[in-house]
């Protein structure tokens, strides 16, 4: 069954290791036939989360930049895969301010039900993107109906571009497929 597959790409940097991975993802993806879109927070605009909570009951922030539209994006998905640079052992801070600013979603009836992440980090690993992962189940855990479907980790990639040829890429695209 064709699903709407959402994308988010967390990295700022040009040439993101990060995005390469993603693009494999998306490649799978739209290859098993799925809709894919994909957002990129770069260029955009997300102030942190203020908690003032006005979110839970108006179904959206108060906050008027970029979030609210990704956060549109993440409600009308059916699979959200996050992608997102290691920064100091945890998902990049664009990364958790975006899930932060996405708290309209709790109340609300959100379609999606499967959730991956997609990381890349200097080191290489096994235990490299666990916090991150942790992060990701703590958001998801927030949504009974969705569930961590799936991760890929690629270690021992810095500067920009050292992805290529890296073996997770074509773990990224079966799990694109598989999605
Ligand atoms: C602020 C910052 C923190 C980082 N922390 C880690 C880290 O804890 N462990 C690690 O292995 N790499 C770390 N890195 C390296 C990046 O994860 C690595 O360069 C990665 O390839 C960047 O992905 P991108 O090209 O998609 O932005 C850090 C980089 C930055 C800028």
Same mark, same amino acid.
């Given at each position: 069954?064709?699903?709407?597959? =959402?994308?988010?790409?967390?990295?700022?940097?040009?040439?993101?290791?990060?995005?390469?991975?993603?693009?494999?993802?998306?490649?799978?993806?739209?290859?098993?036939?799925?809709?894919?879109?994909?957002?990129?927070?770069?260029?955009?605009?997300?102030?942190?989360?203020?908690?003032? $909570?006005?979110?839970?009951?108006?179904?959206?922030?108060?906050?008027?930049?970029?979030?609210?539209?990704?956060?549109?994006?993440?409600?009308?998905?059916?699979?959200?895969?996050?992608?997102?640079?290691? @920064?100091? @052992?945890? $998902?990049?801070?664009?990364?958790?301010?975006?899930?932060?600013?996405?708290?309209? =979603?709790?109340?609300?009836? @959100?379609?999606?039900?499967?959730? @991956?992440?997609?990381?890349?980090?200097?080191?290489?690993?096994?235990?490299?993107?666990?916090?991150?992962? #942790?992060?990701?189940?703590?958001?998801?855990?927030?949504?009974?109906?969705?569930?961590?479907?799936?991760?890929?980790?690629?270690? #021992?990639?810095?500067?920009?571009?050292?992805?290529?040829?890296?073996?997770? =890429?074509?773990?990224?695209?079966?799990?694109?497929?598989?999605?």
């Amino acid at each position: 069954m064709a699903k709407k597959v =959402l994308v988010v790409e967390t990295s700022l940097r040009a040439k993101s290791n990060s995005d390469v991975l993603a693009e494999a993802f998306v490649k799978g993806a739209k290859e098993a036939g799925h809709e894919v879109e994909v957002v990129s927070l770069k260029g955009k605009k997300i102030a942190f989360c203020t908690g003032c $909570m006005a979110c839970q009951k108006l179904g959206h922030c108060v906050i008027e930049d970029d979030a609210n539209a990704i956060t549109e994006k993440i409600y009308n998905a059916d699979v959200v895969a996050w992608v997102t640079p290691i @920064y100091y @052992y945890e $998902m990049s801070g664009q990364m958790k301010t975006m899930i932060d600013r996405a708290n309209s =979603l709790y109340p609300r009836d @959100y379609r999606f039900r499967d959730v @991956y992440l997609l990381s890349v980090a200097a080191d290489d690993a096994d235990a490299t993107p666990e916090h991150a992962l #942790g992060g990701v189940q703590g958001w998801v855990d927030c949504f009974e109906q969705a569930r961590v479907k799936g991760s890929v980790f690629a270690g #021992g990639v810095d500067e920009p571009g050292a992805i290529e040829g890296h073996e997770a =890429l074509q773990k990224a695209f079966e799990m694109g497929k598989n999605s």
